[in-house]
Structure formats: structure tokens, C-alpha cells
């Protein structure tokens, strides 16, 4: 899915002067295949209208630069990982170049220096990877001239008019949590990877699933992306019993509850049912085998290169067709047993 920025185009500006788009790039690249008439009336229009083009999409037009430069705070998590990758495929089979600049935390100076790096035309076009709070201030701080695409949670960043690019999680949380309610769990309580918004698109989809089915809503068990603290959140966990089923925020994060419920004496999934999130390459290979939704993170890279080369040659976005997250179901999930079911009722 998709927002796009109303901000204003070359093609607003072939519009209001009568010509195509085509001759005011030659116009804006001081190509000489353009009467001098022609070239003061487009030069007028675009005063007038108050038009600035992004300086990387002239730079693109004049040949100067194939470049696209990846703004992320993490190249090792799995969705960061495989979201760059995408990007860096897409890049290659169009012949740009790609550079990558790790923006260190969301403090002022991390972001104010991530910005400083990328606002000049030979870093070309820019794509933000946007999931969490460094890559959001990186996209809010960034000049309007500078073309950019940004990764996000579903629903992207409400405060940003740029073109954001994400995956439907809300729904597939919801799916996930409705899995579990199917199977006979009283409730599920979530332990939750950190977010921007505050509230982020899984645990929105997690909550809204849980109130359509009238369970009772357990408060959110925060994490951090570092195995440590899911750790000591499955701890707490596992410390209830009448916890018998819960949504992780990702992958890692299950992994870790998993480790702590076993060290708790307490199985999956016979006393308690997982789901992660993200699907990564080792989750079906877990013992058992981890239920969990599949994130098609490559494709999201796809999609944003393909966006950004049309934010740089001012064309109209493409049509996206990004896959629905989908909920794969392994050997992690179960019913609960019957005993303990009639006891948490």
C-alpha cells in the first residue's frame, strides 16, 4: 500500500504551460533543443507557480547521477535486512548505484547528521527506511526539495507528506490474534517490538481483533528490538498461568518468550500457543515449528525503489501490487487444554 505527496510536478507544470513534460525537463536541464520563446514562457509558468525541482531528478535527467542512497537504523534485523535487499535488487536491474547510511538513534544530532550526509545531489534519490523512530526523524527532517520514498508501519507516518510505502500488518495481526480465539484460548496477550506511533499497526490489529471478539484485553507487554528484553518479557509471562496464548512482535521476540516458557516448564504448545511475526528463513525449522505471518519485506524494497525512480523522473507513481501478509500455521500453536481452560474461564 501507498501515500502519496500532492506536491506540485513537472507535469503541473507542462499542464499550465501548454507543452509537454518532456520540454520543460529540457527546459529545467538548459538543453539547447528549445526556442527561446518556448523556454521564457515555461520559465514564467514555473515562477509563477512557484515550482522548484528536486535537484537529484535533474542531476537523473542531465545523466549526471544514478544514485539512490537507503537511510536505515538497522542492517541486521530481519525486516531492515531484507527490505535493503530489495531495494539494492530493484537498484541493480534499473543501474543505479546504492549507498547506505546508517542513521545511528533518534537523537537530535544522530538525525540532524543522517540528514546533512543525504541532502546533495550526488546522493540522488533518497529511500528512508521508516520503522522506527531514527528513520521517521530522518524522514521528517528531510528539505522538501529532496526526493525521497519511505518504508513504514502500515498506515504510515500521519504528520509526513511524502510518498510511504507499506504492508497491511493491522490485518495481519488481527488474523493472527483471530487464529488463536479459533483454537479456544480465552485471550492472547501480546508482547510488543517498538514503534513510532506509539501504538504500532501489529498491536492495533492484535487489540481490534480481541474487541470484535469480545475477549478481554491484557495489557501489552513492551519490547525492544534486542532479544534481551523479549526475554524478559516471556519471563513475566510464564510466571501467569493463565497465560495460554501470546502474539510476539517478530520473530526474535518469539524465540525469546519461547526460551523463557521452556525454562518456566512450560510447553508449546501444550500449555502455552506462539505467533510470531515476519516468517524468517529459520522459523519453520524451530522445534515445533513456529506459527507465525509471512512478510514479503523484498517486495516492500521493490515497490520503494520503484516509487523513487518515478518521484525522480517526476512521472506518475507506479501501480502497486504488494502480497498481503498471510498467516502460516506450523506446530506452535493448539488449542488449550481442556483443564486449564475451564479453570481460566
Known amino acids: 500500500m501507498t501515500r502519496r505527496s500532492s506536491a506540485l510536478s513537472i507535469r503541473d507544470v507542462?499542464?499550465?504551460a501548454g507543452v509537454s513534460y518532456q520540454t520543460v525537463s529540457r527546459v529545467l536541464n538548459d538543453s539547447p533543443n528549445v526556442n527561446a520563446g518556448t523556454r521564457q514562457h515555461v520559465l514564467e509558468i514555473i515562477e509563477r507557480l512557484g515550482y522548484r525541482p528536486n535537484r537529484a531528478a535533474r542531476a537523473l535527467g542531465s545523466g549526471r547521477s544514478r544514485a539512490v542512497t537507503v537511510v536505515i537504523a538497522d542492517t541486521t534485523l530481519y525486516g531492515y535486512a531484507s527490505t535493503l535487499r530489495g531495494i539494492e535488487e530493484a537498484a541493480r536491474l534499473r543501474g543505479f548505484a546504492v549507498g547506505v547510511r546508517v542513521v545511528e538513534s533518534d537523537r537530535p544530532d544522530d538525525v540532524r547528521q543522517a540528514v546533512e550526509y543525504v541532502n546533495d545531489p550526488h546522493a540522488g534519490g533518497i529511500v528512508v527506511v521508516a520503522f522506527d523512530a531514527a528513520g521517521a526523524g530522518v524522514l521528517r527532517a528531510l528539505p522538501p526539495a529532496v526526493p525521497v520514498v519511505a518504508?513504514?508501519?502500515a498506515g504510515g507516518l500521519d504528520d509526513v507528506a511524502r510518498p510511504m510505502i507499506f504492508l497491511d500488518e493491522r490485518q495481519a495481526a488481527a488474523e493472527a490474534t483471530g487464529h488463536l480465539l479459533a483454537l479456544?484460548?480465552?485471550?492472547?496477550?501480546?508482547?510488543?517490538?517498538?514503534?513510532?506511533?506509539?501504538?504500532s499497526a501489529r498491536q492495533t490489529g492484535w487489540r481490534?481483533?480481541?474487541?470484535a471478539a469480545g475477549a478481554p484485553v491484557p495489557p501489552v507487554v513492551p519490547a525492544g528490538w534486542d532479544v534481551r528484553s523479549a526475554y524478559a518479557a516471556g519471563q513475566q509471562l510464564a510466571a501467569d498461568p493463565a497465560v495460554t496464548a501470546i502474539l510476539c512482535g517478530n520473530d526474535d521476540t518469539a524465540m525469546a518468550v519461547r526460551r523463557?516458557?521452556?525454562e518456566a516448564g512450560r510447553a508449546v504448545p501444550g500449555d502455552v500457543s506462539i505467533v510470531g511475526f515476519d516468517d524468517v528463513p529459520g522459523a519453520a525449522y524451530w522445534t515445533p515449528a513456529l506459527?507465525?505471518?509471512?512478510?514479503?519485506?523484498?517486495a516492500l524494497g521493490h515497490a520503494c525503489l520503484a516509487a523513487l525512480a518515478a518521484e525522480l523522473a517526476e512521472a506518475p507513481q507506479p501501480a502497486l501490487e504488494?502480497?498481503?501478509?498471510s498467516l502460516v500455521i506450523r506446530e506452535?500453536?493448539?488449542?488449550?487444554?481442556?483443564?486449564?481452560?475451564?479453570?481460566?474461564?
Open 260 to 262: 523463557a516458557l521452556y
Open 184 to 199: 479456544g484460548h480465552h485471550t492472547v496477550h501480546h508482547v510488543a517490538i517498538p514503534s513510532e506511533t506509539g501504538t
Open 322 to 325: 504488494l502480497a498481503a501478509p
Open 332 to 345: 506452535s500453536t493448539a488449542p488449550p487444554r481442556r483443564e486449564l481452560f475451564i479453570t481460566t474461564r
Open 291 to 298: 506459527t507465525t505471518v509471512r512478510m514479503d519485506f523484498v
Open 151 to 153: 518504508a513504514t508501519e
Open 14 to 16: 507542462a499542464a499550465a
Open 208 to 211: 481490534g481483533a480481541l474487541e
